[in-house]
């Protein structure tokens, strides 16, 4: 069976809503190579686009951009999946019981000001400078910023949308998984678009406290040694690798939520 080819006026269409994108992009790149060509910055402070991109194709050629890659893309993962779990499931409970909403938010309310990268001594003191430790802050900054939205998406819910189910004799797993769920994916999964860029963001917390390897990590030992270009190069990593990760969300969210507009 052969698929069917997307109408030419879809292809418009998602190209048209690229262009504004790509555009910004571009007058980006443009300010950049202007501002680097101009003098205004000592240019060992500024690098250029092409040497920036020189210096990432170098990281990659010698390995060390594979290496640091797999051990940040590991970390978050692995800190972003734990956090996300707890965080939907606890989120799903005080959305739905008010009792233990009102015992919880408060606890939630005083954690989340507290930022990952003020826990790094702590969590070292107490787990070392082992892979645990930094799997837990991220999945502690993770495990907030997915809550707040699940939480408040699964209250929004209609009590009335359940009573009916209820009335009608559907048991509670259906009425969670036929109700509930359903009417809380959209914030879900924006729940998880925002708790992986937190994850991001708190790995470069984690990845401080006494990391050999990841793309936070370089970017201190670079920094070290005023490799502004090689900076710039993990930079533009860590941004194409949260754009990556927020599509593939979106893309997630618009197969499993159709119905919604997010």
């Known amino acids: 069976m052969h698929a069917t ?14 262009g504004p ?3 910004a992009a571009g007058a980006v790149l443009a300010l950049w190579y202007l501002l680097a060509g101009s ?4 240019p060992g402070l500024l690098p250029t686009p092409g040497q920036t991109l020189a210096a990432l194709a ?3 050629s010698s390995g060390t951009l594979a290496t640091d890659l797999g051990a940040s893309l590991t970390r978050a993962g692995q800190g972003f999946a734990l956090g996300a779990a707890f965080g939907s499931a606890l989120g799903f409970a005080t959305g ?13 309310s005083f954690l989340r000001p507290i930022p990952a990268i003020a826990l790094v001594p702590l969590a070292t003191a107490w787990f070392g400078i082992g892979e645990s430790a930094k799997r837990l802050l991220i999945a502690y900054a993770v495990l907030l910023a997915v809550w707040l939205y699940v939480h408040d998406g699964v209250s929004r819910v209609p009590v009335s949308h359940l009573r009916a189910a209820r009335s009608l004799g559907a048991p509670l797993h259906r009425r969670i998984t036929e109700v509930l769920l359903p009417a809380a994916a959209p914030a879900l999964l924006a729940a998880l ?6 994850a ?4 470069v917390a984690a990845e401080l406290g ?8 370089r970017l201190q030992v670079d920094g070290q040694f005023l490799r502004v270009d090689r900076m710039f190069a993990g930079l533009l990593v860590l941004g194409l690798l949260g754009v990556a990760v927020d599509l593939v969300l979106a893309a997630a969210g618009r197969r499993f939520a159709h119905w919604s507009e997010t």
């Open 96 to 108: 739905s019981l008010p009792w233990l909403s009102a015992a919880v938010s408060p606890v939630v």
């Open 39 to 42: 003098g205004a910055v000592a």
């Open 21 to 23: 994108a790509l555009g």
């Open 210 to 217: 006494g990391a050999d390897s990841g793309l936070a990590y």
């Open 58 to 60: 170098d990281s990659a």
């Open 193 to 198: 678009r925002y708790g992986a860029s937190v």
């Open 5 to 18: 080819p997307s109408p030419p006026g879809r292809t418009l269409g998602r190209l048209g809503r690229l």
């Open 200 to 203: 991001l963001l708190a790995l």
